[in-house]
């Protein structure tokens, strides 16, 4: 409950009758922040998406299906999930690019090969948690997938950290799936020969 301050505690405009008060009683207007929409959308209209708004981004909330059936069809074989609202950065500059990432993220990076991922946090200058993410090593850079409320932060802070030598750059063109269920790993294999190959936390071009 919140307390009502005595009469004598209201504070009284000082401007003269007839002129407007120096102390408006009306807040500010909010800015309109514009939903983006992933690099799917078209896709996700043309299916009958109903479209929501998360993390500033417009996203499919479900299909004509429902919730229900999409649901239970994840749960029974695969379902493909648009993320493309999370955070992508790929970060590059040569062999030093290893040391200068690994004073942001407390993770032995010279263990990490190519075509491997790992799950990381993004630190502060005090050790301090800012983020959790995924970090994949490549044979010249490295990529992140970092939360989508964070991923215009973190890119700042990398950027911010990193010297001017190593390349950060957000992509935000480029869309992100996910394939879950039982059935995901058999439903890759069909468009991606060789997949099925691959461990926990691998990954392939």
């Known amino acids: 409950m919140s307390?009502?301050?005595a009469p004598h505690a209201i504070p009284r405009s000082s401007a003269p009758?007839?002129?407007?008060?120096?102390?408006?009683t009306q807040p500010a207007p909010v800015a309109q922040v514009v939903p983006r929409p992933t690099p799917l959308a078209t896709l996700?209209?043309?299916l009958g998406a109903r479209l929501v708004v998360f993390a500033d981004w417009l996203l499919p909330l479900h299909y004509p299906n429902g919730i229900r059936a999409e649901h239970l069809h994840c749960r029974a074989a695969a379902a493909l999930f648009d993320v493309s609202h999370m955070g992508q950065l790929t970060v590059g500059g040569?062999?030093?690019v290893r040391r200068e990432l690994e004073a942001l993220l407390p993770t032995d990076l010279a263990t990490l090969a190519p075509g491997h991922c790992r799950y990381s946090l993004l630190l502060d200058a005090q050790g301090g948690i800012l983020d959790d993410l995924i970090i994949s090593a490549h044979d010249s850079h490295y990529s992140l997938v970092t939360n989508a409320a964070r991923s215009a932060f973190d890119f700042a802070h990398i950027r911010a950290a990193l010297p001017a030598g190593v390349t950060v750059e957000l992509r935000a063109d480029r869309a992100?799936?996910?394939?879950?269920?039982p059935?995901?790993?058999a439903v890759l294999a069909e468009f991606l020969p060789g997949s099925?190959?691959?461990?926990?936390?691998?990954?392939?071009?």
């Open 44 to 46: 996700h209209r043309e």
């Open 94 to 96: 040569g062999a030093a």
């Open 17 to 24: 009758p007839g002129t407007a008060s120096p102390h408006p």
């Open 176 to 181: 992100l799936l996910a394939l879950q269920g």
């Open 183 to 185: 059935a995901a790993a």
């Open 3 to 5: 307390a009502v301050p």
């Open 196 to 205: 099925a190959a691959l461990c926990f936390m691998q990954h392939t071009e």
